[in-house]
């Protein structure tokens, strides 16, 4: 095989504006078609799949029935993440998932087992790690350029949050730690994912200790204007330091075509496509799902209890 028989379940900005790029450019993905909410039907289903050229399945059940088609791209909003993906993976499906994972740390860790008893790929969709930038600093990293790690500082909009924690996992390895505030304003949470955060609306702020002893810190606030960096970033090492003031763009920009933020999806829907073309572990897994929604848990109980908290549970990977 030389492509990757694709079906999408979620006809918005996700898989129209973000994920499309890669299904129009890539040779190792051949799509198949798209599905929506059975009510989307005529609205949203049938004009996406006309804009490719591809099939409109009028269910997802419908869609996961078709033989031909091996992977499933879950381009949904996260309350939408579980369901759909445990249909796919119980239909022998590859899955590429957006983040955040699922809304519940239990639904995350019964895909990864699924996926493991099916004998099938799942990754999740952290396109952040794709950005030039992140990966440029990621090869000064793994190349011994900065020595010994001493602190990383993520800042930026309250949106790229969650992104932040799995950004500093990918750089730095694993947390041993987490102590973190956050206000609410009053207002609620804009995405209130279970018993987890996911982004404040006014501020939030965690401190992540790494096995090293190195220490990273995320601040963020939803307030920040749309004009803003979305993201910076600092990386102190005992031999040298860098520093990327605007490593994504800002809010108004990241959905246009030659964007940053655009360019890395045909990355990550390729790296998926030769995950299961060559029988490869995904460079992004269902575990790196599940410790990215252990640590917003850990910021979650470390705000609540007004103390440090060790995250993650055991996961055979």
């Known amino acids: 095989m030389s492509s ?3 079906g999408v379940v979620g ?3 996700a898989s129209g ?3 499309g790029s890669g299904y129009k450019s890539l040779e190792e993905i051949d799509l198949i078609g798209f599905t929506d909410r059975e009510r989307n039907y005529e609205k949203k289903t049938v004009p996406m799949a006309e804009r490719y050229g591809v099939n409109a399945y009028y269910t997802i059940d419908e869609l996961l029935e078709d033989d031909s088609i ?3 791209d879950v381009c949904v909003m996260e309350p939408g993440h579980y369901e759909i993906a445990k249909k796919s993976l119980l239909a022998g499906k590859h899955v590429l998932c957006e983040k955040a994972f699922t809304d519940d740390l239990g639904k995350a860790r019964e895909l990864v087992q699924i996926a493991q008893e099916k004998d ?3 990754m999740v969709c952290y396109n952040y790690r794709y950005m030039g930038t992140v990966m440029e600093l990621k090869q000064r990293i793994d190349a011994g350029e900065f020595g010994e790690m001493t ?3 993520i800042c930026g909009h309250g949106y790229t949050f969650h992104h932040s924690i799995d950004l500093l996992r990918h750089l730095c390895g694993e947390v041993t730690s987490v102590s973190a505030q956050f206000t609410i304003d009053g207002k609620p949470f804009q995405y209130p994912l279970g018993d987890w955060v996911y982004t404040a609306p006014y501020a939030k702020a965690a401190i992540f200790r790494f096995e090293n002893g190195a220490l990273g810190t995320i601040t963020g606030s939803d307030k920040l204007a749309n004009d803003f960096p979305l993201m910076s970033l600092t990386y102190a090492g005992t031999d040298a330091q860098a520093a990327y003031p605007d490593l994504v763009g800002d809010m108004d920009h990241i959905a246009d075509p030659g964007s940053l933020f655009n360019k890395t999806f045909p990355l990550i829907l390729k790296d998926f496509a ?3 073309l060559n029988d490869t572990t995904p460079p992004i897994t269902g575990v790196d799902g599940v410790r990215a929604l252990e640590l917003e848990d850990a910021i979650l109980k470390s705000n609540n209890h007004g103390t440090a908290v060790k995250p993650y549970l055991i996961i055979n990977e």
């Open 17 to 19: 504006e973000l994920h």
């Open 4 to 6: 990757i028989k694709l």
């Open 120 to 122: 099938v790929k799942l």
């Open 274 to 276: 030769d995950a299961v």
């Open 11 to 13: 006809c918005g900005f």
């Open 151 to 153: 602190f990383v500082n």
């Open 70 to 72: 091996e992977a499933i």
